[in-house]
Structure formats: structure tokens, C-alpha cells
């Protein structure tokens, strides 16, 4: 049984900082296109940034020059490393594994606000 589980989420406040994990299981880790995707309340959701099998890496201009990707396939666990957090990052982060299937995590909240 696949499962991808989100950790690191919380509260912080505007300019503070973040760092997700999400570990997979029942996969083999290292061969998968590995990414973050947030939902805000009502909204859609959205693309944050993926890594290949290759560590290469794209981000949402949203993003960009903030958060950081990484992966560690020795552990089956990729990272999202969150900088200078604005109000406007606050949503549930989702984890997505894919290669020739797509998987899915259960989110973690994020909330920045004073």
C-alpha cells in the first residue's frame, strides 16, 4: 500500500520559516517525479515545486527564491524548505508522487498570520 505522509506544518508568523517533509512508503522511492501542491480555503489547487528523479527542479513564480525543493532517496523523503512565509502562503500542502502512477498525501496546514 502506497502512502505519502506530510509533516511540518503550523503556525508561524509573516517572514518566519517552514520546513515540510513528506516520507513515502510502499513505493520505490528513488525512480519518482517528486512535488508540492497547496489548496487555499476555496481555491484550487496549485503547483508549488517538483524535482525530478534527476534533482531537477521547478517552482511557481509565487515561490520563487523562497522555498526550496530537496529530495533524500535514502530516507524515501522529499522537503520543502519555506522562507520569508507571507500570509498568502497559508493552505493545506500536498505531497504527489509520480511516475507511471500518482499518488497523493493527506496535506498539512500552513497558516501565517500575526
Known amino acids: 500500500q502506497v502512502q505519502l505522509v506530510e509533516s511540518g506544518g503550523g503556525l508561524v508568523q509573516p517572514g518566519g520559516s517552514l520546513r515540510l517533509s513528506c516520507a513515502a512508503s510502499?513505493?520505490?522511492?528513488?525512480?519518482?517525479?517528486m512535488g508540492w501542491y497547496r489548496q487555499a480555503t476555496g481555491k484550487q489547487r496549485d503547483f508549488v515545486a517538483d524535482?525530478?528523479?534527476?534533482?531537477?527542479?521547478n517552482y511557481a513564480d509565487a515561490v520563487k527564491g523562497r522555498f526550496t525543493i530537496s529530495r533524500d532517496n535514502a530516507k524515501s523523503t522529499v522537503y520543502l524548505q519555506m522562507n520569508s512565509l507571507k500570509p498568502e502562503d497559508t493552505a493545506v500542502y500536498f505531497c504527489?508522487?509520480?511516475?507511471?502512477?500518482?499518488?497523493w498525501g493527506q496535506g498539512t496546514q500552513v497558516t501565517v498570520s500575526s
Open positions: 504527489r508522487a509520480t511516475l507511471f502512477s500518482d499518488y
Open positions: 510502499g513505493i520505490s522511492f528513488s525512480p519518482y517525479n
Open positions: 524535482i525530478t528523479r534527476d534533482t531537477n527542479t
